[in-house]
């Protein structure tokens, strides 16, 4: 049973804006001429990569809700802005909405059992991938879904 990722997406409004944010990164690397890559830099390193990697995701909160996921593909050692050290956390670029949970604020990301991972839209409830994504967070938020 896979271990998973969840973090905050601070900064972001909308999965959509996610998703842009994205591509521009990608746009940007390939600009550059350098591999386009997606990863998101953090300072500790999770201790529990083999199980991370086993068919992990990292699950995006955006505005106090779980509204998406990324597989990940690896861990590697970088730098941040600053000069410190830091882990690049290596992931897919393929977004996949996932039903929206409210979630609290916490620092940094956490580790998220199988079992409490949120499932993919579409995944029992295909009615659902039909709503407008700003719809579903809104109903999640009252508790509707």
């Known amino acids: 049973m896979p271990l998973h ?8 409004e909308s999965i959509e804006d996610l998703a842009s944010w994205q591509s521009a ?5 390939r600009k550059a001429k350098k591999e386009p890559r997606l990863w998101h830099m953090t300072f500790q390193t999770p201790k529990r990569e083999a199980e991370l990697l086993d068919g992990g995701s990292i ?3 955006i505005k106090g809700v779980v509204q998406a996921r990324q597989g990940l593909v690896g ?13 690049r956390i290596l992931l897919d670029p393929v977004l996949v909405p996932v039903r929206p949970v409210p979630r609290r604020a916490f620092q940094g990301w956490r580790y998220l059992s ?4 949120p499932a993919d839209i579409g995944a029992g409830d295909p009615a ?11 109903l999640a938020e009252l508790c509707l879904i």
């Open 5 to 12: 990722l969840i973090k905050l997406c601070v900064g972001v």
């Open 25 to 29: 990164r990608i746009a940007e690397q």
């Open 59 to 61: 699950y995006w909160v």
């Open 75 to 87: 861990f590697e050692q970088g730098e941040k802005s600053d000069g410190s050290k830091g882990c």
């Open 114 to 117: 199988a079992d409490d991972a």
């Open 128 to 138: 659902l991938s039909e709503l407008p994504a700003k719809l579903r967070r809104e």
